[in-house]
């Protein structure tokens, strides 16, 4: 951004040429440090960003934003821009910089986006397009943005620990370390915690309110562990049981579910080994693992009626759990995807991996899969919110491109790119499903959580190509009651 007369709004952009954007080894591009934005209140005067200096905000954190202030402000050629990077070192350990805008997206203006679309499927009944669905969605969303995470994340888990959220697990990129943080809903801020004991890349993950649980990943193999808070605060994994043998390499894409203190559950996924788009091998086995049984070991259930699948969204509600759409490649429509993207930049149908509509009821004490209405369109690759003891969210998403304010890599058009955004729920009576709106961003494998009236979504898969397809974004919703 360019200054602005009366609110005086800088952007740091010096950060990103003198440090960032730049092609690495492999072809993909570095992206500029995530530490490249502030935001300081003084009177009349606001730069976009980071931190709002407020009455609770320590003096380390004032010192540090007032050289990060004075140093972005200098001359390029000034020694102040020193004091910009010194002050990165004197944050306090827990308030990792983290903003709003990035280069590839303005959050101000993709807020307006959302609420408008949000204001036009309101005014359009989904009877209109869709047969047996419901024009009364038991709520609505508020949308905002919270600060970034420290790194863009991707395909992981969250678990819900009194104020704080932990996101742990999946993909932090570039770069795939193996990391952990808390997000203090309170504070706003996030600090780095111990890491799962192993590396998972893409994982399957689940939390009761006690524990967060990691099941296999793409590089965990049959591992599993839980993270728990010690008595006085402090936190640890704990590996336990780990997947049968018959798991071998493991797998990713999974669903997981959790009934608190009786059932662990896994469920389809794509095997470890070969890329998402290509698959050979059949249905995975599904496993469940009893949690009332002091030393009991994963058991098969039924088997997932789908087929091989893989991104399906799970939740587990009234003892049961519920699984949504996915996806599996076709080797036909896949291969003459790669031909019409090769030779004339075109595509076939989902890239040749179809999204799929069919939904599932599992009763474990029936050990028994029975299928629900099945989703008014395809989704894959979304995620599953309980919001009540009735209703599921499902939060997006689906092979579509969405597009809102910003940028792509290799593109001049004005737009950041993602995946399907529209927000369904599926009501457990009435067995149908409500069009709740859409997200302020549309990205894929974005594990949401609730927290009371809100719902919190760290990171994801957007398709804009930066940070290898990879968001930092936080989306913040509050929930209420739709208007009658």
Not at 80 to 93: D, F, H, I, N
Not at 227 to 236: E, I, Q, V
Not at 377 to 383: A, I, W
Not at 427 to 451: E, K
Request: proline share 8%; with cysteine.
């Amino acid at each position: 951004m360019s200054p602005q007369l009366r609110t005086m709004t800088f952007s740091f952009g010096w950060t990103a040429a003198r440090y960032g954007t730049r092609p690495s080894s492999n072809g993909q591009r570095i992206s500029p440090p995530v530490v490249s934005r502030l935001r300081i209140v003084y009177r009349r005067y606001i730069m976009p960003g980071n931190f709002a200096i407020t009455g609770r905000t320590s003096m380390a954190t004032r010192l540090a934003a007032a050289l990060f202030a004075l140093g972005a402000l200098a001359t390029p050629a000034a020694p102040m821009r020193k004091l910009a990077l010194l002050a990165l070192l004197l944050l306090p350990r827990g308030q990792t910089p983290a903003g709003g805008s990035t280069e590839w997206r303005d959050d101000e203006k993709n807020l307006t986006v959302a609420r408008e679309l949000n204001r036009a499927y309101a005014r359009l009944p989904f009877s209109r397009e869709y047969e047996g669905v419901s024009d009364q969605p038991p709520i609505t969303l508020a949308w905002q943005i919270g600060p970034n995470t420290p790194i863009p994340w991707k395909g992981g888990a969250t678990a819900l620990f009194g104020e704080e959220i932990v996101i742990a697990g999946g993909l932090w990129m570039p770069g795939r370390k193996n990391l952990a943080y808390a997000y203090n809903i309170q504070t706003r801020q996030y600090h780095e915690i111990a890491p799962p004991p192993y590396e998972t890349a893409y994982t399957q993950g689940v939390s009761d309110g006690e524990f967060l649980y990691l099941l296999g990943g793409r590089s965990a193999g049959r591992r599993v562990a839980k993270l728990g808070r010690g008595a006085g605060g402090s936190w640890r994994w704990t590996e336990i049981e780990a997947l049968p043998e018959a798991e071998g390499a493991g797998r990713w894409l999974a669903a997981a579910g959790i009934v608190p203190g009786r059932w662990l559950f896994l469920v389809a996924g794509h095997p470890t080994g070969t890329q998402s788009e290509v698959r050979g091998r059949p249905a995975l086995p599904d496993w469940r693992l009893p949690l009332d049984r002091p030393g009991a070991r994963w058991e098969r259930m039924a088997a997932y009626p789908g087929g091989p699948r893989a991104l399906l969204a799970s939740a587990a509600l009234g003892g049961k759990l519920y699984v949504f759409g996915g996806s599996h490649p076709d080797p036909t429509v896949r291969e003459i995807h790669l031909r019409l993207a090769k030779e004339f930049r075109l595509e076939a149908p989902y890239n040749g991996v179809p999204n799929y509509r069919d939904a599932y009821c599992y009763d474990p004490e029936r050990d028994r899969w029975r299928p629900i209405r099945r989703l008014p369109f395809p989704m894959s690759g979304g995620s599953a919110v309980v919001l009540d003891e009735r209703h599921i969210l499902l939060m997006g998403s689906a092979d579509v491109r969405t597009f809102r304010v910003g940028h792509a890599q290799g593109s001049s058009d004005p737009f950041w790119r993602g995946y399907g955004d529209l927000i369904l729920c599926y009501d457990i009576a009435s067995d149908q499903y409500a069009r709740v709106g859409v997200m302020a961003y549309g990205v894929a494998t974005c594990p949401w959580i609730r927290d009371g009236a809100r719902l919190y979504g760290f990171g994801g898969e957007p398709a804009h190509g930066y940070n290898v397809n990879t968001e930092n974004v936080l989306q913040i919703a509050t929930i209420e009651p739709e208007k009658k």
